[in-house]
DNA sequence: CAAAAATGCGACATAAATGTCTCAATAGTT
DNA sequence: AACTATTGAGACATTTATGTCGCATTTTTG
């Protein structure tokens, strides 16, 4: 991983915020359109990425630290089971693009390198989700596997929601609606919301 | 649209079905792919669909079938808004494959022609949370709109939630899990599950 | 069994995306 | 201003998916 100058520097992120956009909505997009949506000739973009597996793999490793990020700050140690689940929910959604882009675009590629780490965080979140059940906090119905992956629906959910087209919600608003949703259908009964 | 022999229809759901599964997951999949999940020949699923435009088309309308049936079957008139929102999700599970296959697959194109019907069955979800709101079965702090998106979400996360593997969910499981959490999320409170 | 229908195989031409390269122009630095 | 880094434009060969066809084979039907 050479350094690159400042110039270079802004380019390649901009290349890459471009990708998480476009390969997030369409994983089989042209390159050309990564490009276009970058403000980047073909010829540069290529010039910063090979080729589409190189594009992907630094993405891949941006969504990584994002996601470790974000399972770190959420502090999962602290508090209710639940309380754990909030934060980290609601950070999450800090990260929104480049996490629903893991969702999409990776999945269509060979596996990851990084399939360690993320089996550590995901250890981390079963753990808190697993004392939420022992603390009484989170529904004792609900498997912790099914919690996991409910934070994804939810993510899905919030991204995709139609924009806000008159009726729309604003995304501040579709977050809020989702964690009450979120919180109130994991918690234990009575809801402790 | 010519009537078709036995033997034809039964090679052409076959070509239809194997559309869904492979496009479902990867919308830009080769139809050589679907083809062969098919157990087919290029040169007969040519033969039943000239080209990937043709085969979206006959599965949009597949799908589209599908789920104006499962919203009529619903009976969104009958009972409180949550019941009817229950129906509704529980028999949308019914039809899965096809219903996801439109999340993914048909969003990346053109827009579909029959979006008026789309727009019709929505309106009666609609209606039927509205009445949810009013009669108290569900929450107000929701939007309508929000609450119609999650339907999609829960989809989402039962479709695609890890297979079976070791400690996996059963089918059945998933769904039974996600009902509970998505009509505790959503009815008022106190919760009526 | 004989006619008809459906299929598979393989060859082809075509279109689109990809990746590489060269060269001139532009932007940034000292 | 001189120099360097970065970029854009365009040409090019390559690959991959696509769509079409003719012909032989199998399957279904009557």
Redesign the pocket.
Known sequence: MPE?????E??RRSILMAAVEVLGVNPGA???EVAQRA??????F???F????ALKAAVDELAQQEWVQAVQNARLDDGTGLEAYRRLCGRLMESLPVLVWWMSAAGSGAAEAQESSWDEQNALIAAAIQRGHEDGSIDRALSVEWISSLIWSTLYAVHFIPPESRTGLSPFEAREQAMRTLLKGVAAEPPAV
Do not use: E, I, N
């Open positions: 690159l100058s400042t110039t270079a802004r380019t042209p390159l050309a403000g980047v000739s073909r010829s540069t290529h010039r910063y090979a080729d589409r597996s």
